[in-house]
């Protein structure tokens, strides 16, 4: 059993220690756990020669928790309704721009440069947490191993410089910060939002990464199927 698991531990101990780093050292503060663990599997996984495939069936209990991972950030909602409720016309125009944004940038880009029509399919569902951007890939053509490696460095993109652009260019509301990162890096900014321990911008991004991935998935599979 415990060999048959061996990518789900050495995925969380990776995780726990980069995470002990940032905390316990003032040299390692900027550090995103995200990023440093999976870099240090991708170091591991290279020099030991373990194939990728042989990590992925050890660790995908992981997998298979991020749709429950997903539902469950929704729960704080319910409890700020207040919140919610005074901000409707902010969090509809996020809702908006944000899933447009995300979806005219893959599309134009995409042929701009020529893309195959099955690559910019793939690229459609990037700012969509990865269990929902998955299914759309599927859905609308697309492959979905490349749609999960986008999905994944747009979200570590938006975790690490996420707060930083929006700091540059002079965005202090937490309402705003918080539907600009949940809508354009899911999760993984979602949770960078849970690190800084700033209430609002948790509220605003899970709520952010839920609708835009049911607006997103409405669009694509109208438009695109």
Not at 134 to 139: C, D, F, R, T, Y
Not at 188 to 213: D, F, H, W, Y
Request: proline fraction near 3%; charged fraction near 10%; glycine fraction near 8%.
């Amino acid at each position: 059993m415990m060999n048959s698991m061996w990518g789900l531990f050495a995925t969380i101990l990776f995780y726990q220690c980069t995470l002990w780093l940032k905390k316990k050292y003032k040299f390692f503060k900027f550090l995103n756990p995200n990023v440093a663990a999976g870099a240090l599997l991708i170091v591991i996984l290279t020099s030991l020669n373990i194939d990728y495939k042989n990590y992925n069936q050890s660790a995908c209990f992981l997998t298979l928790l991020l749709g429950p991972a997903t539902i469950a950030l929704g729960y704080p909602l319910s409890e700020n309704i207040e919140l919610l409720t005074k901000n409707k016309r902010a969090i509809y125009t996020g809702f908006a721009v944000g899933t447009a944004t995300a979806l005219l940038t893959s599309y134009f880009l995409g042929m701009v440069f020529h893309s195959d029509w099955q690559i910019i399919t793939s690229l459609m569902p990037k700012s969509v947490t990865t269990p929902i951007a998955l299914e759309i890939s599927k859905a609308i053509g697309g492959i979905p191993e490349l749609t999960a490696c986008i999905v994944a460095l747009t979200g570590i993109y938006g975790a690490v410089f996420g707060h930083k652009i929006l700091k540059i260019i002079h965005i202090k509301s937490d309402i705003a910060i918080g539907l600009a990162i949940g809508a354009a890096s899911h999760v993984l900014g979602t949770s960078s939002c849970i690190e800084k321990n700033r209430p609002k911008q948790v509220v605003m991004a899970t709520l952010a990464l839920i609708i835009t991935g049911i607006v997103t998935t409405i669009i694509c599979i109208c438009i695109f199927n």
